[in-house]
């Protein structure tokens, strides 16, 4: 029979359990806030463009084929990007089918960007995607911070990290698929790892689930998570089991499918549909390796500063005899900067960063937030903090101007990122020449969804940023004070 002393300190761990929840709960909802708030509310890029095109294709029409095709230097029948960056829309189209009448139709073929900025139905059921995307790859980060024995100021530096201090930000108001491999990533990143912890088979089926969709968004990287979720079962298992032949099986389930799916959509089964034709990896090393960690437009260290707690992370987690958690962790994140920044257009064209890169910064964040224990107590006090001010920094321009106002086009190629004004907070405020739109399309406002809404409905619309900011530093508040109350050292 327990006694009540066993009781009492069963009691208080259960207690101290659900408060750590609460607090990444409240980190989590203070960073959705943020997003919510700078959402753009319109698409960027093409890619977003055919993509969002195929769910509404598939939701409304029940059609592989784009209805009507989209025509941008040249005409798009089918998205070239995988189902599972079109899917992600589904649930929300299925609850918003009455604003499908807003669909902006293009006026012959000519760039008409109204497909970009006037689509109603993107701004209400696709643009928030994006922000649960966000909100839900930081609360893993958060998760996976503390399986690998991080504390709740580790876990709390870690979402924030993520969701403040990395491109991810300016990837939630995007529509490139990278963010939701991003959360693939890190799904079966954690899956594997409360699997190698002694977790029930039911984390084998999510780490295959993640696996499966994360090649149904993007086949290559997609493909790189298999290696991490096959290393930490091997750990536990030591043979070829069911846990290694699950996972082989997800992977080979998606290669299927997607051929299958490229089949039906272009003709062949290697027929990805791509406009460029074929890719291939043609930048020498010497190029885009300094050019991806280095420069100014494009570079890892001025978007995510954490990388160096990211670094001693991984090392700390080596040296404390988790060497498997380690090479998954920073192996990953090392073989995509390798494979990204080789590829003939590393730049990723119209873009904030380095957006190939965008998968692995739920696993870089983790480990920075993991760097934090590591770090002697004087540095403690004031690092992680300068290395947080440092991304939101960057972040700043990136969630407040618009990308196609002449920041994406300037600094298209190697050349232009080197330059110092490529770094956003400095080159990205000459694009913009107004605060509020006075024009439909063209001009260059604020791109922040409900400043742009002022030209329709007057300066009320401004109260939704106002209320979301005003939550998102109040719930940033609140959670540090209770992670100072839990944890005094913090």
Excluded at 196 to 203: F, V
Excluded at 290 to 310: D, H, M, Y
Excluded at 422 to 445: C, D, H, K, L, M
Excluded at 476 to 487: A, G, N, P, S
């Amino acid at each position: 029979m327990p006694d009540r002393t066993s009781f009492a300190c069963e009691h208080t761990a259960t207690a101290t359990l659900i408060r750590i929840h609460r607090l990444e709960l409240g980190a989590v909802a203070a960073a959705t806030c943020l997003c919510l708030a700078v959402m753009s509310g319109h698409l960027l890029s093409i890619d977003g463009l055919v993509m969002w095109r195929q769910a509404i294709a598939l939701a409304y029409h029940h059609s592989w084929s784009l209805v009507p095709p989209v025509w941008w230097s040249g005409t798009y029948t089918s998205s070239y990007r995988g189902l599972g960056a079109s899917a992600q829309y589904f649930p929300s189209l299925v609850l918003f089918p009455w604003l499908a009448g807003h669909v902006p139709v293009q006026a012959g073929q000519q760039y008409d960007f109204k497909l970009i900025y006037s689509d109603l139905l993107y701004t209400v059921a696709g643009a928030p995607v994006w922000v649960a995307v966000t909100a839900v790859t930081a609360y893993i980060t958060g998760l996976m911070t503390r399986l690998l024995g991080g504390g709740i100021r580790n876990v709390v530096w870690a979402i924030a990290f993520f969701a403040l201090g990395s491109p991810a930000l300016a990837a939630s108001r995007g529509d490139w698929p990278q963010p939701l491999v991003a959360a693939c990533w890190a799904l079966g990143a954690y899956a594997a790892l409360k699997y190698r912890a002694g977790g029930g088979r039911r984390w084998l089926w999510i780490s295959a689930g993640a696996v499966l969709y994360a090649v149904l968004t993007r086949p290559l990287e997609g493909s790189f998570l298999l290696p991490g979720v096959l290393l930490l079962p091997w750990v536990r298992e030591r043979r070829l089991s069911w846990a290694i032949a699950s996972q082989i099986a997800a992977w080979g389930a998606a290669v299927v499918l997607t051929l299958l799916l490229n089949k039906v959509r272009f003709g062949s089964p290697t027929n990805v549909g791509y406009p460029g034709g074929d890719v291939s990896w043609t930048t020498p090393i010497w190029i885009g390796f300094p050019s991806a960690l280095l420069s100014p437009g494009r570079g890892i260290l001025w978007e995510f500063p954490a990388l160096i707690l990211a670094v001693i992370g991984a090392a700390w987690l080596w040296r404390t005899q988790r060497r498997p958690e380690a090479v998954a962790l920073a192996g990953l994140p090392a073989v995509l900067f390798i494979e990204a920044c080789t590829y003939e257009f590393w730049v990723g064209g119209w873009d904030w960063g380095f957006r190939l890169f965008e998968p692995a910064f739920p696993l870089l964040a983790t480990l920075a937030g993991i760097g934090v224990i590591a770090i002697p107590d004087r540095a403690r006090a004031w690092l992680p903090g300068v290395l947080l001010a440092g991304g939101l920094l960057w972040n700043i321009p990136a969630v407040s101007t618009d990308l196609l106002a002449g920041y994406g086009q300037t600094y298209a190629d190697t050349a232009s990122n080197w330059r110092l004004d490529a770094y956003p907070p400095i080159g990205a405020w000459r694009f913009v020449n107004e605060i509020f739109p006075s024009a439909g399309v063209g001009g260059s406002p604020v791109d922040i969804v409900w400043f742009r809404a002022v030209r329709v409905v007057g300066k009320v619309a401004l109260v939704p940023f106002v209320v979301l900011v005003a939550a998102s530093i109040a719930a940033w508040v609140w959670t540090v004070r209770q992670v100072r109350l839990l944890d005094p050292a913090c």
